[in-house]
């Protein structure tokens, strides 16, 4: 590398991962310019599009990462594929360093016998539609008046509150209009929520776990039988503030026996589910748990006590899993790229020159803020130090922000950037002002996200979006 020019490196992906690496490798003492690439028009990732929009920390995160790429020396290229659009040999040609911060888009797999019944749904899928995914599809078939989610963690109290909350309360959301729509026909009266292990087990935090109950006309209900403790739940319990947080929230909820409400929330504790039933016509009726029991060190094993609870969909929120990028190694048992401390590897086990790894994509799904920015310390860290060892340098002169710029306008790709998302983010505060008063009557909203990305792409470039449908189609 030419010492009259900054390290040159690109950023894969404009979540809270690739955000955060970003804004650590511009402090870290190294003469560096950084491109931040990411697929969609817009940025924030999972924060934008993975996260219930009624969730309560959303907007302070958001803020946080808006301040960030706000400063201006972090260039953001959005509606730009990786993989696609450009490949990583055009990175490696065209960066000293690539960054890998993608993320994990999908949900992970989960076999048991009726997993593919057709009213059976990954819950990353329900999260893109009620998030606006540009790319997952407008409509939702909410048909089901009882319904299952399988998992203990936070996606799962997010997809459980979205199906139980009445449509109206979502209305101070920036939810879009078929959202709304879809909502205001969801005829659900019960969700059952179910956890293979014990109260000190749940991954719930306990912000969202206490939120759940502040629904309108929606009960929470906790069974006391679920309630059963061994030394390594109450060794959890003491070491763990957040494990006796979530104890004690359960707790109440078991506590509380009027039960009023028109739709209800079930939280089941120790039943592991098993098997997904059908009715004669192949459609989902019921799913069958079996009963589990504490070890001691707090893990459980089944007791061979099965139940059948009546449902007609299952909503199966695991954990989430990274897609592979052509041209980078990828762990398909894991879902992660291989690394050793965010330094990508080979098959060899070594170190590939310049190409590294955060968040999801290197640790997996775990974690919530303050890990993403731990975790891109580590991989920054080791970048610099091979930076300052001579190690990175571009494949070709044509190194940089003009460079990719050129390449992307001589390949067509329709790329925005940060003022584009400025734009948009505009458009959709005053898509709040107007939607607020149509809908419901219910005042101003904060936004209103439009999920056509070619109207996103379009307000984004400052160009024409007449005649064009807000909502649009995610195979424009």
């Known amino acids: 590398m030419s010492s009259s020019r900054p390290l040159s490196v690109a950023v894969i992906g404009a979540g809270p991962a690739g955000i955060y690496a970003s804004d650590i490798l511009s ?38 990462l808006y301040k960030i790429l706000q400063r201006g020396d972090i260039r953001l290229l959005g509606n730009v594929h990786v993989g696609k659009d450009v490949t990583v040999e055009d990175l490696q040609d065209h960066y000293d360093a690539v960054i890998f911060a993608t993320g994990s888009d999908r949900d992970k797999p989960f076999n048991i016998p009726g997993a593919d019944l057709p009213q059976v749904y990954g819950a990353s899928k329900f999260v893109y539609w009620y998030d606006s995914h540009p790319d997952y599809p407008r409509e939702w078939p909410l048909e089901a008046k009882e319904i ?17 909350k009445h449509a109206d309360d979502m209305l101070v959301t920036e939810i879009a209009e078929n959202v709304y729509e879809g909502l205001s026909k969801n005829p659900v009266t019960d969700v059952h929520v179910f956890g293979r292990r014990g109260p000190a087990q749940m991954k719930f935090t306990p912000l969202e776990l206490r939120e759940l109950g502040k ?17 390594g739940s109450e060794e959890a319990i003491r070491s763990s503030n957040q ?19 028109s739709r209800r929330i079930h939280i089941h504790m120790f039943h592991s589910p098993s098997e997904i039933l059908a ?35 299952v909503y199966r929120a695991v954990g989430y899993f990274s897609s592979p990028i052509d041209g980078v190694p990828f762990d398909e048992k894991r879902g992660v790229i291989p690394n050793v401390a965010g330094r990508v590897i080979g ?11 955060t968040g999801w994509v290197k640790r997996g799904p775990v974690g919530l803020i303050g890990s993403t920015k731990s975790d891109a310390q580590e991989t920054i ?13 571009a494949g070709t002169e044509a190194v940089g922000h003009e460079a990719m710029i050129e390449l992307l306008e001589e390949r067509g790709v329709r790329f925005t950037q940060w ?30 996200k439009v999920p056509s990305r070619e109207v996103m792409t379009r307000i984004s470039r400052g160009e024409s979006i007449e005649g064009l449908d807000l909502v649009g189609t995610p195979d424009e």
């Open 419 to 448: 003022h584009g998302w400025e734009l948009l983010d505009e458009y959709e505060q005053r898509l709040g002002e107007q939607f607020g008063e149509v809908v419901g009557g219910r005042g101003m909203r904060e936004r209103v």
């Open 27 to 64: 402090k870290s003492g190294l003469n560096v310019a950084i491109d931040l690439f990411e697929q969609l028009p817009a940025p924030y990732g999972l924060v934008r599009y993975g996260v219930a929009p009624d969730h309560p920390r959303i907007k302070q995160i958001i803020v946080a």
């Open 347 to 357: 098959e060899d086990g070594e170190p590939l020159t310049g190409i590294y790894a």
């Open 215 to 231: 629904q309108p006309d929606v009960d929470v209900i906790v069974y006391e039988e679920d309630f059963d403790f061994d030394e």
């Open 148 to 164: 299952a989610v399988i998992g203990a963690g936070n996606v799962a109290l997010d997809v459980a509150r979205v199906l139980a």
């Open 243 to 261: 494990t006796k947080q979530v104890v004690k929230t359960l707790t109440n909820y078991a506590m509380q026996d009027e039960h009023t409400a």
């Open 279 to 313: 009715d004669e016509e192949g459609n989902v009726r019921a799913i069958r748990t079996e009963r589990t029991a504490l070890n001691g060190d707090g893990s459980v094993h089944g007791t061979g006590e099965f139940i059948d609870t009546p449902v007609q969909a």
């Open 381 to 393: 860290a080791n970048l610099v130090e091979d930076a300052e060892a001579g190690k990175l340098h």
